[in-house]
């Protein structure tokens, strides 16, 4: 995936030695950090800062996630490699990436045409070829192809989208940050016959989810 002129695989491996250090047990997860080339996900301008654990911006006011974040997201998703995952905030691209190492299928939502457009190209650049991109507000989720075994949605709400609830497979899991715009917590969303069942799994710190079922533009 990475290519033969990768330049970056020592800092690669010493991010994934971060993570391990901070606690990160799941090899998937790792081995999908140690392939995935994260410098091509971030502007040229952050670039010599690609492999630094920690949130960068991509652009159009948004960051690219710090990896730790993402690595306990993707951690607590406990894909298997067999499923079909939706993702709302495609941002970077990068933990799309990541998703696509982990799962069969990856369907990922950005409401900013630009970030897309970027993002599209820089999942070109590293091969990834499992992931389909919507420009759109992901807060309606993406029926056509729904259910989802697993949906992570990438920005902090106000509420659960109910879009969501409804797309997500029975034995799905959903991970969502929920709360105000400076300050949510994370939340673990399971689909149970008694209606959805929300787990606190700490607190989060996300750019506004924006849309129907977020918070106003
Ligand atoms: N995980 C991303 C970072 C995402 S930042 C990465 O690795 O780079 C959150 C993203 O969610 C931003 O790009 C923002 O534009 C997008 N976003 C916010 N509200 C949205 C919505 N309703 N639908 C789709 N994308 C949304």
Redesign the pocket.
């Known amino acids: 995936m990475t290519g033969s002129r990768d330049t970056y695989g020592g800092y690669r491996t010493r991010l994934v030695e971060q993570l391990r250090a901070q606690g990160i047990r799941d090899l998937a997860v790792l081995r999908a950090f140690a392939a995935t080339p994260r410098h091509l996900?971030v502007p040229e301008a952050v670039r010599h800062r690609a492999y630094e654990d920690a949130a960068l911006p991509?652009g159009?006011g948004?960051?690219?996630?710090q990896p730790f974040t993402?690595a306990r997201y993707l951690e607590t998703l406990g894909l298997k490699g067999n499923e079909r995952v939706l993702?709302?905030?495609?941002?970077?691209?990068?933990?799309?990436a990541l998703l696509a190492a982990l799962a069969e299928q990856v369907f990922t939502?950005?409401?900013?045409r630009s970030?897309a457009e970027t993002?599209q190209a820089a999942l070109r650049a590293a091969g990834v070829t499992n992931v389909s991109v919507l420009v759109?507000?992901?807060?309606l989720g993406w029926s056509a192809y729904a259910p989802y075994h697993a949906i992570l949605v990438?920005?902090g709400g106000p509420e659960l989208p109910p879009p969501l609830v409804q797309q997500l497979a029975p034995d799905g899991r959903m991970i969502i940050p929920l709360g105000t715009k400076g300050k949510q917590v994370l939340s673990l969303v399971r689909v149970t016959p008694m209606g959805a069942h929300v787990t606190p799994i700490g607190d989060a710190r996300?750019?506004?989810?924006?849309?129907e079922h977020?918070f106003d533009a």
């Open positions: 996900f991509i159009a948004q960051t690219i996630s993402q993702e709302i905030g495609t941002g970077s691209g990068y933990q799309t939502i950005e409401r900013v970030l993002a759109g507000d992901g807060t990438a920005a996300f750019v506004p989810l924006v849309g977020g």
